[in-house]
């Protein structure tokens, strides 16, 4: 091999490595990383539901039921709190738990009040009925001598028709 | 693949290079939005109210008095949850074919504790006899101890409203008894423990304050 032939393989070889201005990134990868999350997202995506104040000191049970979520007036009774529409009325709901009487008059106090409003609203728009509806999310380690307070003055404010939320079973 | 392309594109100068940067913008934008708003827990509502005056015997509950209804051939219906197991209690008024008994017949069913666990499995199957023997009923009162946790009163719930299983590898469900109404357990001869204290002071104070 001559002098000036393999001079011009190097000089090929040198300019091959020399590194270029662009580097491409491989997208097609990550592109089909991410179909399959859109894909999973989509599926398990509801349109349906209802948005709800959650409490953070609230677990609720799990249950079987399919019913949907209506809007209503919420009270979430974690274990010594009562919310309604996630404000706090009662922060000491433990100094109840002595006490026989069922009616608790904090609570009873806020529940007319927010039924008295939604009453005159009737009143004033022809489209909407004040149904008495109220949504409960208790803790389910709630023992049912608290919670029979509860409904039972949740009734008492005028909002007889309760229902409880909870979690939908998976299985 | 790779090699045929970069070929045709040295051939034909074009780029052949899918770009999949305006993809990825896309992509970039669905996905966020669609976890943020994503609910991996499904809520639920499970319908329930205090029993009516007429409901309980002796008059426990309050409300107004139960209207005429056509006769179910059950009374009442009631599922006590104690702190040693479970209670059915059935006031019958019927025969199951329809005839009217000359006076009413008490059917309990007797469900102790199994372990630690309620045995809802046989709480299903009384109740599921039940509502064969008579399918117009639909109505249960729940009295509950007051020890009781909100879970199990949840559970139970569930074991009245309805039957799940599987046919044919589908899961279907039967109705039994929907209506469900939450009471206190209650001794009678002791009466109630729970004070109904009467709200026309906070009444009368609410009014003033909305005047």
Not at chain 1, 152 to 163: C, E, I, L
Not at chain 2, 3 to 13: A, E, K, L, N, V
Not at chain 2, 151 to 173: F, N, P, S, W
Request: overall charge neutral.
């Amino acid at each position: 091999m001559s002098g000036a032939g393999a001079r011009g393989i190097f000089r090929a070889l040198r300019e091959r490595r020399k590194p270029s201005d662009q580097f491409p990134v491989l997208l097609t990868s990550m592109v089909d990383m991410f179909t399959l999350i859109l894909v999973f997202l989509l599926i398990s995506y509801s349109t349906g539901g209802q948005l709800m104040y959650m409490a953070n000191d609230v677990v609720m049970p799990e249950s079987t039921s399919q019913d949907q979520l209506e809007l209503t007036v919420e009270v979430a009774v974690a274990k010594d709190k009562v919310y309604v529409d996630g404000v706090v009325v009662m922060d000491s709901l433990k100094d109840w738990y002595a006490e026989k009487a069922l009616l608790i008059p904090a609570l009873y106090e806020h529940l007319k009040l927010r039924a008295a409003k939604l009453k005159k609203t009737q009143d004033q728009v022809p489209l909407m009925h004040f149904e008495g509806k109220a949504t409960i999310q208790a803790d389910k380690e709630i023992p049912f001598f608290v919670l029979k307070k509860i409904l039972y003055t949740v009734d008492r404010a005028d909002f007889p028709n309760m229902s409880l939320a909870v979690f939908q079973k998976t299985k | 693949m790779r090699r045929i392309r970069r070929r045709y594109s040295q051939r034909s100068g074009i780029d052949a290079n899918v770009d999949l940067v305006p993809m990825m913008c896309l992509l970039c934008i669905l996905i966020p939005m669609l976890l943020v708003t994503a609910a991996f827990e499904q809520l639920a509502a499970l319908r329930t109210h205090l029993p009516k005056a007429s409901t309980l015997a002796g008059g426990a509950g309050e409300g107004a008095p139960a209207e005429q209804k056509t006769p179910t051939g059950i009374v009442e219906l009631r599922v006590a949850i104690h702190d040693n197991g479970l209670r059915v209690e059935a006031t019958v008024s019927h025969t199951p074919e329809g005839v009217e008994k000359e006076a009413y017949e008490d059917i309990y069913y007797d469900i102790p504790i199994k372990g630690q666990e309620y045995d809802l499995d046989r709480l299903r199957a009384v109740l599921v006899d039940l509502k064969r023997r008579y399918p117009r009923h639909d109505e249960v009162v729940l009295l509950v101890d007051d020890a009781i946790p909100y879970d199990t009163i949840v559970q139970t719930m569930d074991t009245c409203r309805e039957e799940l299983y599987a046919e044919g590898g589908k899961k279907k469900r039967t109705i039994l008894f929907p209506n469900i109404a939450l009471s206190e357990a209650f001794d009678e001869s002791k009466g109630f423990e729970g004070i109904r204290k009467g709200t026309r002071e906070i009444d009368k104070r609410l009014e003033s304050q909305q005047r």
